[in-house]
């Protein structure tokens, strides 16, 4: 069964950075087209960022040129760079896996197709 931990929030102040962690099990993140996805207070769960078993990434258009997704197929791991933080940035991320990956899929972050959810981490970006 797929299990995936996230790591890495934390508070930061605006203008900073911070490096999310998620550990998949064995073989995810390479077979798997991963995802970030983010959820603040009375807002729907959204996508953030993708990356294909590839390595063919997409990026909202919120994040795109400060956020960078990436990840070591060895360690099953995937990471999201956030630089350049903003208070709009704060949210819970969420990584999650789709299992059956393709690349049109894997580009539209659809919730539904990702069928994977690791338990959060929480960022949260101060003025």
């Known amino acids: 069964h797929v299990q995936l931990v996230e790591s890495g929030g934390g508070s930061v102040q605006a203008g900073g950075s911070l490096r999310l962690s998620c550990a998949a099990s064995r073989s995810t993140a390479t077979a798997a087209s991963m995802g970030w996805f983010r959820q603040a207070p009375g807002k729907e769960r959204e996508g953030v960022a993708s990356?294909?078993?590839?390595?063919?990434?997409t990026y909202a258009d919120s994040v795109k040129g400060r956020f960078t997704i990436s990840k070591d197929n060895a360690k099953s791991t995937v990471y999201l760079q956030t630089n350049s933080l903003r208070p709009e940035d704060t949210a819970t991320y969420f990584c999650?896996?789709?299992?059956?990956?393709?690349?049109?899929?894997?580009?539209?972050?659809?919730?539904?197709?990702?069928?994977?959810w690791g338990q959060g981490t929480q960022v949260t970006v101060s003025s």
């Open positions: 990356i294909a078993s590839s390595g063919t990434t």
């Open positions: 999650a896996a789709d299992p059956l990956p393709s690349a049109w899929r894997c580009r539209l972050m659809a919730r539904s197709n990702f069928k994977h």
